[in-house]
């Protein structure tokens, strides 16, 4: 069994760098939900030595999963396409990915090595991939399963940015020092890329960041931190220069790169300016429609059981779509909760959220903790405004760093850079 968990690990850290390196570029490749399987049969076999990290929160993760078993019967039985039902139904179904962390307990401290081998060169591979697309039209139009192979969403690139900047903080990545000034400078030039293009993921990087430096424990971790900040105006510096001479064209959402941009999506964050057109329209329009779905389950007919599976919630609402009919949740995994499920179980995911936000105050918890904390919450902001833990990109990442926090309470005695994990 231990050299098929082994060659499990292997193939499940390569799904995972090219989720994390290509993201929605291979959303449709289907190799989620294919680890997901191969998981669970492995789970299957080896069921009499499985261990839960068990509590309150994996006890709503299983009512969740139950519900999910009930309403793809309900939605099949409305008549829904039973593709469309299944699709919906993992909203839920990736929490299993937790199921799967708790499969490999045993060889949690090499999966954490081959994770952080991943985050180690993350900002060199997305930034490399980002300018070559963007700079070589014929590379740029490349397709994988009839989609753009480099089309990063850029709010899921500030959650792993997040990460990635964490576990360089905490000192779990380690660069020779030639290559460390050169990596945080193309962390800072990531940043100005994606709040140019995305509000969400601007505030789920600085948010992670923000939370991270307030409530760890470690006070000489809390100096190294001080310690960088110190140098942050030299490294943005360097990189504001090579963020104003990267010339792309504005994006069908007409935002574009430039300190213009950036400072229209900082106040429109705290304003309602209508003057610039595009970023109010985009939050009236969610706003609208999250609206819409309050009225309907606060106040309408589908309080208790929400509007199930099986039909795109932008049609329910009358929300224009776009032009492939794509679009069926309203750009918050929240709203897809209510909307979905009703006002009972979107109450009962608020309260998971709390149970685990809670741990981040722990008195005792480590700093490997408060990173897998600190990216769920940046996970669950970024997915307050986007289609994110909806889909494999997402979900994928989010309830595996989920099962690593749960495991790291109850299987992991020792620190990552204690258990020989820090990479140099």
Known sequence: MTKLKLFYINFFTVVYALYAYFDKGIAYSYLAEITLVIGLLLLFKSFRDFQFAWDRR????????????????????????????????????????????????????????????????????????FLLS??????????????????????????????CTLFILNGNIQY???YYWATLVIIAYLFLIISSYSRSGMVAYLSGLLIFFLLTKNKELRKTIIGYLKWTPVIFLIAIPLYTSTKIDANFQGRKIGLDQLSENVTSLVSDDSSNKPLSDNKIWRITWWAKIIDDTFLGPHFFFGQGYGMSLADVYDVPNDPDGNLRS???FHMTVL?????????????????????????????????????????????????????PMGAMPFWIFVGLAYSKEVFLDKPIHESGLALK
Not at 135 to 151: C, D, H, K, T
Not at 348 to 377: C, G
């Open 134 to 163: 963007s700079y070589i039209p014929s590379l740029g139009a490349v397709q994988v399963f009839n989609y753009r192979l480099f089309e990063y969403k850029f709010g899921d690139m500030g959650v792993q940015l997040l990460i």
């Open 339 to 391: 909307a979905r499920f009703g006002v009972i179980i979107f109450f009962i995911w608020l309260y998971w959220i709390y149970l685990n936000v809670k741990k981040l105050f722990k008195p005792d918890l480590s700093s490997e903790n408060l990173i897998y904390y600190t990216a769920i919450v940046a996970f669950l902001i970024n997915s307050s405004f986007d289609v994110y833990l909806e889909g």
């Open 330 to 332: 309203p750009h918050s």
């Open 176 to 178: 020779q020092s030639k």
């Open 58 to 129: 994996m006890f709503l993760v299983l009512v969740f999963l139950g519900l999910g078993l009930i309403y793809i019967v309900r939605g099949i039985r409305s008549g829904y396409a039973v593709m469309d039902v299944i699709r919906d139904s993992f909203v839920f179904n990736y929490s299993l990915f937790i199921f799967l962390i708790f499969l490999q307990r045993d060889l949690l401290p090499l999966l954490m090595k081959r994770l952080l081998v991943i985050y180690k060169w993350f900002p060199l591979v997305v930034c490399l991939f």
